[in-house]
């Protein structure tokens, strides 16, 4: 209030200071007379005051007429500038002439940041930050300052400072979308799942996000909050959480599994398997059928094979129902019924898994070691089959996280083959003919150890367990 009326004095004082000098040189005596070229032209005091401020008006206009032309001249002519100078890689030239134009512009907002980069493209870190930290203490600038910090500290591998720095810089400009994006993956990076979900929500609401997609990736942060609040021993949260995960995106096969959990937890059985039934006519995955097991823990093998048709029933063609139905009928000793249902599945596509699977089927029909053994020799140098392979940086994960354990992108596990790789063991195809066709006794103390946490391994452990054919005895 006390600006606003000094402000207003000032003013009045200098109107009547410009009133007062009007008076005096109109009543002033004389004046100045003009004669070109047949003119001749008279002013008063007044009127040549007038004029002459005209005319400086007019000459400094003149003068920066002329220095934006020849501006435009220099640059058409590739005159080198710190732009550029920072353009074409030459940071500390650039640097240099960011500091002349410092100098002459005296506009620390514009050369500030012309330094900042500059001192970027010639590698020099700590010039850069002090650029960038000039720009904090003007609220034009402030945004530029703390973006470039941001990325410096992402460089740096700081997420934690890189975190604060996203929230400021969304704080200022809640709708820049590299700053949404940035932030979004630190918040899921450090699992603050209701912040990330937050920041998704302005990414909608400025339409940077289309609703399909906004809808999966809430679910995605939804089911991660669920995966947090069950590690805190909080079932009550996590159900809760899982429940509105597999709302927000039925199909996600994560939210399916984990939602169905919560519902067999809660004495639900009817909706559990419910969820898990939907979610399997969009695609079988193993998880939804362990956790439709998980359902009824203590039925017997035939009553699990007749409860199980419900979803091998659904996509019954599908790679993994075939699996699955094989795999109960292997529980049930079904064994023709388990070589139906494989079909030719393990000469289409053999996996560790498929592979396994026939081992254990022979086993059970009594067939001889060799061909048992053959199998799973076969197992040792396959494919593991489909698993959670990150779509950027082809990171394999055992289980589905919302964000990538190895480059930490988010919504980037996919089920799928990961691409092929050179088998661990050497000569392994090569030495499969002599592991089959070697007598029982020798093969087995030549046969290659599986390595550990494989299928092979497991399948070892699976088929030792199935009892033998009736009348005959063990053969592994």
Known sequence: MLWSLVKILVFVVLVAAAAVAAGALIEMEGGIRIAAAGWEVTLGPLQAAVAALL??????????????????????NGDETALSRAASGEGRLAMSQAARADRLL??????????????????DAKAAEAAYRKLLSDQRTR??????????????????????????????????????????????????WKGARATLGAKLRSGALPRDVFRRRDALLALGEAKGVLDESSPIEAREAAIEANRLSPD???????????????????????????????????DLAAAYAEIAPDETPDERLRRFGQLTRMNPD??????????????AEDFPAARRAMGDLASVHPTQRTLTIMAAIERGEGADDAVVRGWLARALTAPRGAQ?????????????????DNCHGFDTLTWREPPARESSLPHGAQMLPLIVGTPAPSAAADAPHPEPGTAAEDAVVVIDDIPPPAGGEAKI
């Open 388 to 404: 959670w392979v990150c779509d950027t940086c082809s990171n394999i994960q055992t289980d589905w996280s919302p964000v990538c």
């Open 318 to 331: 599908h790679e993994e129902t075939r699996l699955l139905l094989a795999e109960l009928n292997i529980a």
């Open 143 to 192: 945004f530029v300052g703390i973006r470039g910090i941001l990325k410096q500290r992402l460089a740096q591998g700081d997420t934690t400072t890189a975190l604060k720095l996203a929230e400021k810089a969304f704080a200022l400009k809640p709708k820049h979308h590299e700053v949404q994006d940035l932030l979004l993956q630190l918040q899921a990076g450090k699992g603050d």
């Open 252 to 286: 996600l096969i994560p939210a399916a599994a984990m939602a169905a959990r919560s519902y067999t937890a809660q004495g639900k059985p009817k909706y559990a398997a419910r969820v898990l039934k939907k979610a399997w006519s969009a695609q079988p995955h193993p």
């Open 106 to 123: 005296r506009r620390p907002e514009l050369t500030n940041l012309l330094m900042a980069q500059a001192a970027e493209v010639a590698g």
């Open 55 to 76: 005319l400086l008006i007019a000459v400094w206009l003149v003068a920066k007429a002329l220095g934006l032309l020849l501006a435009v001249l220099r640059f058409l």
